[in-house]
């Protein structure tokens, strides 16, 4: 099993709608996960940290389930401008490990008028 | 501000042909990083460094080398470049490691080994 893995897409939604990502992830002992969104040809840009408690940020949401191991990425009412390709990022041990985070291969965004 | 600035953006180069990758950021940055990435993969350390004159192999080393002699500047360089080189390279910067800040990315290099 890969360490980080996710659904390669593409998820082509129309306008307005809601759709969730997930990101598994296969150490357990992981302390901190992130999202980034890669624009085409783009380089990747942080999105958002994700807490335990979950988190919000305007029509973007961040969920943690560590019993599952997996975070999510749910977007509300989608704009054209989210398509992107969405890359989950965690980070495997207690302490900041800056060499040893791993960026999962992304799951591309497509949202169409 | 500029942030991170990468060069070149784009090069063909033959195999066993050598060239060096350019990474500037004007952020007074004490981390910065060499990554790869490959289609359907994740981005790959290749080295990274937490301060001038300090650099430390990554993941993916072999074939790469750095170099940190000013704060501001990192380079990745490649002696004998091979197709499996054949990537889209990033240089990411970060202000003391803390993920919280999250990385700032060049606009990457496409690299092409023939």
């Known amino acids: 099993r890969k360490e980080v893995e996710q659904d390669p897409g593409p998820f082509n939604v129309p306008e307005g709608a809601t759709v969730a990502f997930n990101c598994t992830y296969s150490n357990s002992a992981s302390q901190s996960f992130f999202w980034y969104r890669q624009d085409c040809r783009k380089e990747p840009k942080l999105l958002m940290s994700?807490?335990?408690s979950g988190n919000e940020d305007g029509r973007f949401t961040a969920q943690l389930n560590r019993a599952s191991q997996y975070i999510s990425l749910l977007i509300r009412d989608s704009k054209l401008s989210d398509s992107a390709t969405y890359l989950c990022?965690?980070?495997?041990?207690?302490?900041?490990?800056?060499?040893?985070?791993?960026f999962g291969p992304g799951t591309s965004l497509s949202v169409i008028p | 501000n500029a942030g991170v600035t990468q060069t070149p953006k784009f090069r063909v180069l033959k195999t066993g042909q050598s060239m060096t990758l350019l990474c500037a950021q004007d952020m007074n940055h004490e981390y910065m990083y060499w990554y790869r990435q490959d289609p359907g993969m994740g981005l790959r350390l290749i080295h990274y460094s937490v301060g001038e004159g300090t650099t430390a192999k990554g993941e993916v080393p072999d074939g790469y080398n750095v170099s940190r002699l000013k704060k501001q500047n990192f380079l990745l360089g490649l002696e004998s470049a091979a197709p499996s080189q054949t990537s889209v390279y990033f240089c990411?910067?970060?202000?003391?490691?803390?993920?919280?800040?999250?990385?700032?990315f060049g606009s990457g290099t496409r690299l092409t080994v023939v």
């Open positions: 994700v807490y335990s």
């Open positions: 990022v965690v980070n495997p041990r207690m302490k900041t490990s800056y060499d040893k985070v791993i």
């Open positions: 990411a910067s970060n202000p003391d490691g803390s993920l919280a800040y999250g990385y700032t």
